[in-house]
């Protein structure tokens, strides 16, 4: 066992239940994917939205895209989430588990992952404005929920292809790329003498 295995401060107090890991592999899976992603949307718009070749083949690439993200997503998110929990010991309401769960708790899956990302944002060094979070959160619940209800409720069709849904969903990238590498910058990536580190 070397010396950043060795908890310490509060952390020696509850147990080494957590050990701190360097976020910035799946912070990079995540970005490269999402990156791909809105490059595949782009292409999409480019060529014809819901006409594109693309979406012509029995297993659409955009849509593997899209699910390749959300569980590159999601691993960046708990990784992260694991890591605030020895930054910020006993500061946190929810679980590390509880909040990859969030993800898929009807109706409250539109707002505890936001509540969620603010916290371990916050744990990761002096606090600061939230408008970045704030900003992915509400561009990704127009991509999202409410680009759903809007059309099936409003327009009463289910193709999401048009130009307006594929640039929504391109700014929701960008803001997650953004989002991803504020949140990683926060979390040292280096053994440092106050981290339990693996």
Aim: hydrophobic content about 55%; charged content about 15%; aromatic content about 12%.
């Amino acid at each position: 066992m070397d010396a950043y295995n060795v908890p310490v401060g509060p952390a020696a107090a509850r147990g080494p239940r957590y050990r701190f890991r360097n976020p910035s592999g799946p912070a990079l899976v995540a970005q490269a994917l999402i990156a791909s992603a809105a490059i595949a949307d782009i292409y999409v718009i480019l060529t014809g939205g819901a006409e594109s070749p693309w979406l012509k083949d029995a297993v659409p690439l955009p849509g593997l895209l899209q699910v390749a993200c959300w569980i590159s997503f999601l691993v960046w998110f708990f990784r992260v989430r694991c890591n605030a929990e020895v930054l910020a010991t006993g500061s946190h309401k929810y679980t590390p588990a509880f909040a990859l769960g969030a993800w898929i708790i009807p109706l409250a899956m539109w707002w505890l992952p936001r509540r969620i990302m603010l916290d371990i944002r916050r744990a990761g060094g002096l606090p600061r404005d939230a408008l970045l979070i704030n900003a992915w959160w509400f561009v990704w619940l127009c991509d999202g929920p409410l680009s759903v209800a809007v059309h099936l409720l409003i327009l009463h069709q289910t193709d999401y292809h048009n130009p307006v849904d594929q640039v929504i969903s391109v700014l929701d990238s960008i803001l997650a790329i953004a989002v991803i590498r504020r949140v990683t910058a926060d979390q040292p990536a280096g053994p440092l003498p106050y981290f339990n580190m693996t």
